[in-house]
């Protein structure tokens, strides 16, 4: 994998993540939506309110897992990325099971399409068989539960060679500094497409924080549910990802 992608926030990163494969536990996903979740300066985040015993796993290493349970009922898996210390990471929310069907469909039940399996960041994490005890563990290299490999979508190269050049990555270490840094690199490839966070409530489920990302007209993508309390006001710092 590309260390040196992973050691950006979670902004610049997530669109990478789609295309890229997740497996571990019999069963391999081919992500096609992700959502960004910036920590401290994202009112959307759970490191929104600072460090927790429950988040300190998303203030870890680039390609830390960051595991927590949907509703008492599904886990569900980040990909953690940029400086340690700093809260930052991409909830996988959907993907197309590419290996282990069977094994997926056993989990999550004999009546649901190859296409809904993964359809969701709860049944993503079903169909992998994500526990809570993989909070913490590394999807870097073979040694943990799962194993992540980045395999950008076409279109996507020029922006990350701009994205991973250590003589501007420098600058994402202030939330001016992303943004700028986003600002200088090529527009997102038409293949991919970016809306509000889905389920989220106040200004972080509106559209001033579009951070929800995936591949145009792929049927494994979740359909985008807009949380009732969500609201469009401004936020104080907006960041686009364009």
Known sequence: MTTGLLELPALAVA?????????????????????????????????????????????????????????????????????????????????????????????????????????????????????????????????GPYTIRLSPVDGLEDRLAVLTDRSVRDAVATTDGLEALLAAAPGLPSGIRTGPRTGIRGVAGGAAFPWRFWLAGDPTVSTYRRHPQALDGPPDRPVAAR
């Open 15 to 143: 669109p990478a993540l789609l295309g890229a494969t997740i497996t571990g536990r019999g069963v391999t996903v081919r992500i096609t939506e992700v959502e960004a979740y910036m920590g401290e300066i994202d009112p959307g985040s759970h490191a929104f309110r600072g460090l927790r015993p429950r988040n300190r796993h998303l203030f870890g290493p680039p390609a830390t897992l960051y595991a927590y349970r949907s509703y008492g009922i599904h886990t569900c898996l980040n990909i953690v990325s940029g400086p340690e210390g700093v809260a930052s990471g991409s909830l996988l929310r959907a993907g197309e099971v590419v290996h282990g069907l069977s094994v997926a469909r056993d989990r999550r039940g004999p009546k649901v399409t190859d296409e809904g399996l993964a359809r969701g960041p709860g049944n993503l994490g079903q169909a992998l068989g994500a526990q809570l005890d993989d909070d913490g563990s590394s999807a870097a290299d073979d040694a």
